[in-house]
């Protein structure tokens, strides 16, 4: 199985900019797809960014294009969402999850991913 670890999150003013990174480790799969998803207090999960296993291809949310950034380096295993900006309704506990079976590039729905992390909490303040 493939294990994700999320880190990165905390506590920032509106304004400000956290980076945060998914490390995967374990029986990871030849190629994935990696999203970025969110979820605060109440509502469901939100779809947030996908990348492709090159890098190559990007999707975001509406809500955070042009603030927020998804990369990856696969040499360190690693994806990071780079989020400037921030606002008060980013405030969410933020998860990245692989999609091992990529086919259609606008996959905003989690049941299309297949593993996922833990999660790190974003706290951002007025």
């Known amino acids: 199985q493939v294990q994700l670890v999320e880190s990165g999150g905390g506590l920032v003013q509106a304004g400000g900019s956290l980076r945060l990174s998914c490390a995967a480790s374990?029986?990871?799969?030849?190629?994935?797809?990696t999203g970025w998803f969110r979820q605060a207090p109440g509502k469901e999960r939100e779809f947030v960014a996908r990348?492709?296993?090159?890098?190559?291809?990007?999707y975001y949310a509406d809500s955070v294009k042009g603030r927020f950034t998804i990369s990856r380096d696969n040499a360190k295993n690693t994806v990071y969402l780079q989020m400037n900006s921030l606002k008060p309704e980013d405030t969410a506990v933020y998860y990245c999850?692989?999609?091992?079976?990529?086919?259609?590039?606008?996959?905003?729905?989690?049941?299309?991913?297949?593993?996922w992390g833990q999660g790190t909490q974003v706290t951002v303040s007025s």
């Open positions: 990348i492709s296993w090159s890098g190559g291809y990007t």
């Open positions: 374990g029986r990871t799969y030849n190629t994935y797809a």
């Open positions: 999850a692989a999609d091992v079976n990529p086919g259609a590039t606008m996959k905003r729905l989690s049941r299309f991913y297949d593993y």
